[in-house]
């Protein structure tokens, strides 16, 4: 029976599955290109996202060193290395899959992602994880009424707003900054990076009966696949009470 809670759609890749990636993938360290490649593989090592594995003859630059540990890492047992690019030695940064691994894995290797400095899909800059081919964000623009209340005070209520779906998170809701009471809350540092929206421009927290850090955020500048979303303000619907045309949605337990 479905769990009546969840009011979006799941993840549907298990953990292992493995899949060739149509794009050209590139990263770099230190201004020089580690790999580039036209036969990378996705593989998911947890369902939510997969990551890209590189065949090991698809280096261009640096040198791989066996670590002498081997782990499980999701979709089988892979060995740790350390990249040394020049003078760049990034300890850690790499797992070669090993016997165990599904066969399409072996020969290949699969990096850390903060390990390299920069990624780039075709040529495209890519942030956080490769962007999950099962996956879609669509961002709708819609006349649904918004309010958004927490410890009692109202921190926003709109007219209408922009419905942004990602396969596996709830529903967002992105406000003009109009509707949001921002007197009501705390500009954060915060800043956090998404594969398929981009760079966030602005947190907010809220103090109530508690201190709520970092309930809503903005992207001034999203990717063009949602730029419907550009300068408006979402809140995180675990963290607020959100009713959507007038009724109060419950609150999800999905990822933030």
Known sequence: MADESIQYPGLIVPAGHVEPVPRRVRATIGGSTVFDTRRALYVWEWPPY?????????????????????????????????LTVGSEVREGAAW????????????????????????????????????SPYSRVDALRSSSSIRVELDG????????????????LPTRYYLDLTHVDRARLRRSDTVTRCPYKGTTSSYWSFDGDATHEDIAWAYDFPTVHVDRIAGLVAFYNERVDLHVDGTKLPRPAGRA
């Open 153 to 168: 005070a109202v921190l926003a209520e709109a007219p209408g707003c922009v419905k942004l779906f990602e396969t596996g």
């Open 50 to 82: 997969p990551q890209f594995s590189i065949p090991v003859e698809d280096l261009s630059e640096g040198v791989l060193t066996d670590d002498g540990r081997t782990e499980e890492r999701g979709a089988g047992p892979a060995r740790r290395h350390t």
């Open 96 to 131: 070669v899959w090993t016997d165990g691994a599904p066969s399409a894995l072996l020969g290949t290797v699969r990096f850390e992602w903060e390990a390299l400095d920069s990624w780039f899909e075709e040529d495209e800059p890519v942030f956080v994880h490769p962007r």
